[in-house]
């Protein structure tokens, strides 16, 4: 019963994380992206895994899964570190933040000024 309900959990982020990478709302860079998608990945075959029931051979296959975790995890933390090392340097835009309106900012091309 616990595995089945860890398995559905275990889908339930995997879901999460499939919309965090879909979702404009979301800023991140190439870095970021890629963790989330190994975790978004590595969530969701561990869900199936989890579901389904785990047999001595399948263990391997777990393993993997939490491997390709570890993984999505550290290329978000990196991600993340590239991110605030470079805020407050002149390769920052505004835009690497917030939603951008060209009529917003006079100085955008296109934009108009107040």
């Excluded at 965090?20 to 978004?40: E, F, P, Q």
């Excluded at 029931?53 to 263990?59: D, K």
């Excluded at 978000?76 to 917030?98: E, K």
């Amino acid at each position: 019963m616990i595995e089945v309900f860890n398995g559905v959990v275990h889908l339930v982020l995997g879901l999460v994380l499939v919309a965090a990478v879909l979702s404009k709302k979301v800023k991140d860079g190439i870095v970021v992206k890629a963790g989330l998608i190994c975790l978004a990945l590595a969530f969701a075959a561990a869900g199936c895994m989890l579901i389904n029931g785990i047999e001595w051979g399948a263990a391997i296959y777990l393993a993997r899964a939490l491997v390709l975790q570890s993984i999505g995890l550290l290329l978000l933390v990196l991600g993340y570190w590239i991110r605030r090392r470079r805020a407050g340097t002149p390769l920052t835009r505004i835009s690497d933040w917030v939603d951008l309106d060209e009529s917003d900012l006079p100085h955008v091309s296109g934009g108009r000024k107040p």
